[in-house]
C-alpha cells in the first residue's frame, strides 16, 4: 500500500533553514504530482507547494514563494522541501502527500506529518 | 491567489440529519474544487474532487456540487464516523492549490 514518511522536522531559530525529506513506497512514484501541505497548531490545513510527476512545474504558496522550495529524486523515490528564512508563521506539522494524477492538484493520499518549529 | 470561503465556519447537527456546507471562489474555478475530511489528530481524506465526482470508497451520503464561484458538499444523513471538520479546495495544475478556512461539524 502507498506509504509517504516525512522526516526533517525540529526546532528552528527564526531566520534559518530546515529541509524536509519525504520517503515514498507503495506505488510508482515518477507517475504522481506530490505536494506539501501544512498545518500550524490549531488550524487549519494550507498548501505549500506542489510539483508536477516529472518536476517540470513547480507551484507555491504566496506565504513560502521565494523561501521555499520543492523538489523530488525519481530514482530515489523522495521528495523534498528546502526551508529558507523561516518564520514564527511557519510552525506547523508539514504533511507530505501524494496527488491523484499527475500534475499536483488533489491530495490523495497522506503521510504522518512532521512537526517543524520556529522559535527564538 | 484564489481565495476560498467556507460557511458555516462551525455546525452543530445531529445524527440523520441532512448538512450542507458551503464553498465559495474569489473568481470562477470552473469545476477545479475538492473536498476533504479532517479527523483531530489525523491526516485529510478526500471526499470529492472536480466539485461532483466521489472518490472511490467513499460513502454515496456524501455528495458536492457547484461551479463557477459557488459549491457545496451535502452529507444526506449525518452519521456518527461524519462529525469532523471539512475543508474545500480550489485546484489548478497550472497555478496554485487553496484550501478554504475549514467547516467543523459538531454534535448537537
Known amino acids: 500500500q502507498v506509504q509517504l514518511v516525512e522526516s526533517g522536522g525540529g526546532a528552528v531559530r527564526p531566520g534559518r533553514s530546515l529541509r524536509l525529506s519525504c520517503a515514498a513506497s507503495g506505488f510508482t512514484f515518477s507517475a504522481y504530482g506530490m505536494h506539501w501541505v501544512r498545518q500550524a497548531p490549531g488550524k487549519g490545513l494550507e498548501w505549500v507547494a506542489a510539483?508536477?510527476?516529472?518536476?517540470?512545474?513547480?507551484f507555491y504558496a504566496d506565504t513560502v514563494t521565494g523561501r521555499f522550495n520543492i523538489s523530488r529524486d525519481n530514482s530515489k523515490r523522495m521528495l523534498y522541501l528546502q526551508m529558507d528564512s523561516l518564520g514564527d508563521g511557519d510552525t506547523a506539522v508539514y504533511y507530505c502527500g501524494r496527488d491523484k494524477g499527475l500534475f499536483g492538484d488533489v491530495v490523495v493520499d497522506w503521510g504522518q506529518g512532521t512537526l517543524v518549529t520556529v522559535s527564538s | 491567489d484564489i481565495q476560498m470561503t467556507q460557511s458555516p465556519s462551525t455546525l452543530a447537527a445531529s445524527v440523520g440529519d441532512r448538512v450542507t456546507i458551503t464553498c465559495r471562489a474569489s473568481?470562477?474555478?470552473?469545476?477545479?474544487l475538492a473536498w476533504y475530511q479532517q479527523k483531530p489528530g489525523k491526516a485529510p481524506k478526500v471526499l470529492i474532487y472536480k466539485a461532483s465526482d466521489l472518490e472511490s470508497g467513499v460513502p454515496s451520503r456524501f455528495s458536492g456540487s457547484g461551479s463557477g464561484t459557488e459549491f457545496t458538499l451535502t452529507i444526506s444523513s449525518l452519521q456518527p464516523d461524519d462529525f469532523a471538520t471539512y475543508y474545500c479546495?480550489?485546484?489548478?495544475?497550472?497555478?496554485?492549490?487553496?484550501f478554504g478556512q475549514g467547516t467543523k461539524v459538531e454534535i448537537k
Open positions: 510539483i508536477w510527476f516529472d518536476g517540470t512545474y513547480e
Open positions: 473568481q470562477s474555478i470552473s469545476n477545479w
Open positions: 479546495q480550489h485546484y489548478n495544475s497550472y497555478s496554485s492549490r487553496t
